[in-house]
């Protein structure tokens, strides 16, 4: 059975850093793609990155140049490097995994940025 167990959110003032690490159990290479979503209230939730295997990323215009996405397959761990946050980013991230053509999702950990 996937699961997928984020970890490293929390309270951050603007400017701000976070590293977000989300846990894969099975093999993290076999996922098509791995990445981020998050969800604010009363908002849908939204594509933040996403990596493929073979290492192609996307980001959302809103974070572009500021979050890094990463994985470590290896370790079967992918990670989302947040600097300089703003109010705006404040939302629950979830962690994502696409394999065999099967969305799978993590619990989601909240990420608070305000002064």
């Known amino acids: 059975q996937v699961q997928l167990v984020e970890s490293g959110g929390g309270l951050v003032q603007p400017g701000g850093s976070l590293r977000l690490s989300c846990a894969a159990s099975?093999?993290?290479?076999?996922?098509?793609?791995m990445g981020w979503y998050r969800q604010a209230p009363g908002n849908e939730r939204e594509l933040v990155a996403t990596m493929r295997s073979g290492g192609m990323a996307n980001y959302a215009d809103s974070v572009k140049g500021r979050f890094t996405i990463s994985r470590d397959n290896a370790k079967n761990m992918v990670y989302l490097q947040m600097n300089s946050l703003k109010p705006e980013d404040t939302a629950v991230y979830y962690c994502?995994?696409?394999?065999?053509?099967?969305?799978?999702w993590g619990q989601g950990t909240q990420v608070t940025v305000s002064a």
């Open positions: 994502y995994g696409q394999r065999a053509g099967f969305d799978y």
């Open positions: 099975g093999s993290v290479f076999s996922f098509n793609i």
